[in-house]
Structure formats: structure tokens, C-alpha cells
């Protein structure tokens, strides 16, 4: 019998008002972003190492580094604020001198999300691919390249995937073709990995090889081998308070370093944020594969509905479209209106590993009453406006 996991937050050590937290963000859909630190990360943080990382003399920073650097099967590895600030510190680190491009998805996070820091910081223009499937091809990505000596274009110097995208897991042979492609051309390729973790649970899971260190470094190194640099965020999937990890070859992380310092990133006692993230690695990680299943519990709960699927649920995202009748507002209207809460934005519901499974089914419910008083079951909009209308919605 499965014995009952230890609540993440107690009221003895971390009081009433962070257990009302952990309940309420048990049902808040919109992100894996708002997970709260556990009683037993915070533990681990009281008792962090507390040397400064910008000497690189905090033990447990650099102890996370060696770490995540082995488990990606990557030189060297910077433990850095932010996802952004990893993404945004690679592609400065990959670039030299403009005319310069980055060749993107049309819908990347490091296009659309990071408020123009390409431009910012690395002075560089972004070229953009519109897949017409799920994901980049790499018929497509040469398609966009910029190779020649025409003045009017700058020339493309990197190439960057995001990997979830939507929470589609980017499939990967097309990755590794699209690595041959580039390198042939001497181009690097950079992955914004923010959620690859939920790939690799996924990887995990599939190959049955369980969640233990040696099963993570092997489906991580593998997921990793093709790219010259990734980002891989902490606080999303895995549930650390703060911080994102960059990998790649020791001289790349160097120049990172040095921009890290440059854009005010250098953090002093950055121990406790290492041990909080190094437990969610341990901890955390594990529990995606159940996150995992109760996305598809949602999806599978609000099909059955009458509700369609704007994208394949791989990971930890479901995306609806409402019947014909139901709008996406009404469904956020009915789930605030529930006398406990269930949070949402627009329709990506997003799960992550504090997500209970009473709110999935009541979601599902308050989905279903909505299709009874609306009567009878129209087509889905995903049937009358087709797949342009999907993947405009789509986002990171
Ligand atoms: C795909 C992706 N990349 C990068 C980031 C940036 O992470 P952060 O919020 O830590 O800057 C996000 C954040 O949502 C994301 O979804």
C-alpha cells in the first residue's frame, strides 16, 4: 500500500498562513511557477554553506554546479537568478560581434518573453520560423538560415529550441538533425530547457529506468547531447523558490560568469538557494511523472466533457477549447466562483507537483455543469477555426 506523503508545509514550521498558501496554490492552474518551498527545502536552506558565490567560494553553489553540470553531461554549469538570465546570458556569451542574428520559433520564450534582452544585451536581431507543425523541422531552420554575404541580412550566429514548448515535448531525432544542420554551418545551438526536466521525467518514465540520480543524468545527458549550451530553470517543474542553471563547455560558463557580474547578477550567500534547489532535484523531481498523469487526467476529465484538446498533452500543460456556447471566460468565471477557488489564465492550465487531484476533478465537474446548462454539445472551436487559430494561442 502506498503510505501518505509528508505535507510540504506544516503549520508547526511553517505556520498557518504558508499552509493556506500550499492549499491555495494546490488549485491555481495558471503556472508552475507558484509551487512554495517545503518545510524540508527551507530545512536544508537553514543549514546551507554561507561562503560568497561571487569569489566562488559558497560550497553548496558550487557543489549544485558539479552537480547539474554531470547530470547534463556538460563541462561546467552557473547557478543564476532567473531562467531568463541563463537564457539571456548564453546567447550573449555565444555572440561576439553584430551584425549578428539568432534564429528562433516565432513563439520562443527568448523571442517573445524576456523584454527584448536579445536586443538589449547582445544587440542582436532575432530571425523567426512560423513551424507549420508542433515544432521547428529542420527543412525549416535551414530554410531561415542567413549564410551568405548579403549586407542587408545579418548573418545567423546562433540558433536557440525551447524544449517544452506548450508542454510538447520537442521530438528529438528532428533535434538532432537540426544540430547536424547547424554545426555543419559552425553555428551553436542553444536549448532555453526551462521545463526539459518534465522531458526527462517523461524520457524517464518511458524507458522505466525510475528517478534516481543515475536515471536522470542518463536521460538528461541524452536530451542535452546535441545542444552546445541549455537552461535549465529550478523554479518551474522542480518547485525551487528561485534559480536557473546554465550548462555548457567551461569556457562558455566562464564568459557567462563574467556577464553575470556585469548585468548585476552576482549573488554573495547564494548557499541557501543552492540547497533549496539541490532538494528539489532530489525530491522533486521524482513526483513530475505524477504531475504528469494528472494533466492527463484533466485532459482525459474534460474531453469527456465535450471539451477539445488545442495541443498534445505531454507534459504538464493542458490547453482546452471550450463547445460551442462555453468561453474560456466563463470557465475562469465559474472555477473563481467555487466557494474554494480553482485559479486559471485563459485556457493553459498548467499542473505542477503541488497540484492536488481534488481540484483536477472538480474542475472537471464545474466544466461539465457548464456544458449541461449550456444544452446540447456544439462543435469545438478548434473544429471550425482549425489549426491556425491553435497555434496562434500557444505560447512558452
Ligand atoms: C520556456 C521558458 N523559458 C524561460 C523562462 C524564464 O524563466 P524566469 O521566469 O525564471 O525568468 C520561462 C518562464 O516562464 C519559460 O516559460
Given at each position: 500500500?502506498?503510505?501518505?506523503?509528508?505535507?510540504?508545509?506544516?503549520?508547526?514550521?511553517?505556520?498557518?498562513?504558508?499552509?493556506?498558501?500550499?492549499?491555495?496554490?494546490?488549485?491555481?492552474?495558471?503556472?508552475?511557477?507558484?509551487t512554495?518551498p517545503?518545510?524540508?527545502?527551507?530545512?536544508?536552506?537553514?543549514?546551507?554553506?554561507?561562503?560568497?558565490?561571487?569569489?566562488?567560494?559558497?560550497?553548496?553553489?558550487?557543489?549544485?554546479?558539479?552537480?547539474?553540470?554531470?547530470?547534463a553531461?556538460?563541462?561546467?554549469?552557473?547557478?543564476a537568478?532567473?531562467?531568463?538570465?541563463?537564457?539571456?546570458l548564453?546567447?550573449?556569451?555565444?555572440?561576439?560581434?553584430?551584425?549578428?542574428?539568432?534564429?528562433?520559433?516565432?513563439?520562443?520564450?527568448?523571442?517573445?518573453?524576456?523584454?527584448?534582452?536579445?536586443?538589449?544585451?547582445s544587440?542582436?536581431?532575432?530571425?523567426?520560423?512560423?513551424?507549420?507543425?508542433?515544432?521547428?523541422?529542420?527543412?525549416?531552420?535551414?530554410?531561415?538560415?542567413?549564410?551568405?554575404?548579403?549586407?542587408?541580412?545579418?548573418?545567423?550566429?546562433?540558433?536557440?529550441?525551447?524544449?517544452?514548448?506548450?508542454?510538447?515535448?520537442f521530438?528529438?531525432?528532428?533535434?538532432?538533425?537540426?544540430?547536424?544542420?547547424?554545426?555543419?554551418?559552425?553555428?551553436?545551438?542553444?536549448?532555453?530547457?526551462?521545463?526539459?526536466?518534465?522531458?526527462?521525467?517523461?524520457?524517464?518514465?518511458?524507458?522505466?529506468?525510475?528517478t534516481?540520480?543515475?536515471?536522470?543524468r542518463?536521460?538528461?545527458?541524452?536530451?542535452?547531447?546535441?545542444?552546445?549550451?541549455?537552461s535549465?530553470?529550478?523554479s518551474?517543474g522542480?518547485?525551487?523558490?528561485?534559480?536557473?542553471?546554465?550548462?555548457?563547455?567551461?569556457?562558455?560558463?566562464?564568459r557567462?560568469?563574467?556577464?553575470?557580474?556585469a548585468?548585476?547578477?552576482?549573488?554573495?550567500?547564494?548557499?541557501?538557494?543552492?540547497?533549496m534547489?539541490?532538494?528539489?532535484?532530489?525530491?522533486?523531481?521524482?513526483?513530475?511523472?505524477?504531475?504528469?498523469?494528472?494533466?492527463?487526467?484533466?485532459?482525459?476529465?474534460?474531453?469527456?466533457?465535450?471539451?477539445?484538446?488545442?495541443?498534445?498533452?505531454?507534459?504538464?500543460m493542458?490547453?482546452?477549447?471550450?463547445?460551442?456556447?462555453?468561453?474560456v471566460?466563463?470557465?475562469?468565471?465559474?472555477?473563481?466562483?467555487?466557494?474554494?477557488?480553482?485559479?486559471?489564465?485563459?485556457?493553459?492550465?498548467?499542473?505542477?507537483?503541488?497540484?492536488?487531484a481534488?481540484?483536477?476533478?472538480?474542475?472537471?465537474?464545474?466544466?461539465?455543469?457548464?456544458?449541461?446548462?449550456?444544452?446540447?454539445?456544439?462543435e469545438?472551436?478548434?473544429?471550425?477555426?482549425?489549426?491556425?487559430?491553435?497555434?496562434?494561442?500557444?505560447?512558452?
Amino acid at each position: 500500500m502506498a503510505t501518505a506523503r509528508e505535507p510540504d508545509v506544516t503549520a508547526e514550521f511553517g505556520g498557518e498562513r504558508n499552509v493556506a498558501q500550499l492549499h491555495k496554490i494546490s488549485r491555481d492552474f495558471r503556472s508552475d511557477t507558484l509551487t512554495v518551498p517545503t518545510d524540508a527545502q527551507l530545512r536544508a536552506a537553514a543549514t546551507a554553506t554561507r561562503g560568497d558565490d561571487v569569489y566562488a567560494e559558497d560550497a553548496d553553489v558550487c557543489a549544485l554546479e558539479r552537480r547539474i553540470a554531470l547530470l547534463a553531461g556538460k563541462e561546467a554549469c552557473l547557478f543564476a537568478a532567473s531562467g531568463t538570465m541563463t537564457n539571456q546570458l548564453a546567447i550573449r556569451s555565444h555572440l561576439v560581434q553584430p551584425p549578428h542574428a539568432v534564429l528562433v520559433d516565432a513563439r520562443a520564450h527568448v523571442h517573445q518573453y524576456e523584454a527584448g534582452g536579445i536586443a538589449l544585451f547582445s544587440q542582436a536581431t532575432t530571425h523567426t520560423v512560423s513551424p507549420r507543425g508542433e515544432h521547428m523541422t529542420a527543412e525549416e531552420v535551414e530554410g531561415a538560415l542567413q549564410l551568405g554575404s548579403d549586407v542587408h541580412r545579418a548573418p545567423t550566429r546562433l540558433v536557440c529550441l525551447e524544449n517544452t514548448l506548450s508542454g510538447i515535448v520537442f521530438p528529438q531525432a528532428e533535434i538532432v538533425k537540426i544540430a547536424a544542420l547547424v554545426h555543419a554551418h559552425g553555428i551553436p545551438l542553444h536549448l532555453d530547457g526551462a521545463r526539459v526536466w518534465n522531458v526527462a521525467a517523461r524520457a524517464a518514465d518511458e524507458r522505466g529506468l525510475g528517478t534516481g540520480e543515475d536515471a536522470l543524468r542518463t536521460v538528461l545527458s541524452d536530451l542535452l547531447a546535441p545542444f552546445d549550451s541549455a537552461s535549465l530553470c529550478l523554479s518551474k517543474g522542480l518547485g525551487a523558490p528561485i534559480g536557473s542553471a546554465l550548462v555548457g563547455p567551461k569556457k562558455l560558463v566562464d564568459r557567462a560568469r563574467w556577464f553575470r557580474k556585469a548585468f548585476g547578477g552576482g549573488w554573495r550567500q547564494a548557499g541557501s538557494l543552492a540547497a533549496m534547489a539541490d532538494h528539489a532535484i532530489t525530491h522533486h523531481f521524482p513526483r513530475l511523472a505524477g504531475t504528469h498523469a494528472l494533466a492527463r487526467r484533466l485532459a482525459a476529465g474534460l474531453e469527456d466533457a465535450g471539451y477539445t484538446l488545442a495541443a498534445p498533452v505531454d507534459t504538464n500543460m493542458v490547453f482546452f477549447e471550450p463547445p460551442r456556447g462555453i468561453t474560456v471566460d466563463a470557465v475562469g468565471q465559474a472555477l473563481a466562483a467555487l466557494p474554494d477557488p480553482i485559479a486559471i489564465a485563459g485556457n493553459r492550465c498548467v499542473l505542477h507537483h503541488q497540484t492536488s487531484a481534488a481540484a483536477v476533478d472538480e474542475f472537471v465537474e464545474v466544466a461539465r455543469r457548464l456544458v449541461e446548462e449550456a444544452g446540447e454539445v456544439g462543435e469545438g472551436r478548434e473544429g471550425r477555426e482549425g489549426p491556425e487559430r491553435k497555434r496562434a494561442k500557444l505560447g512558452y
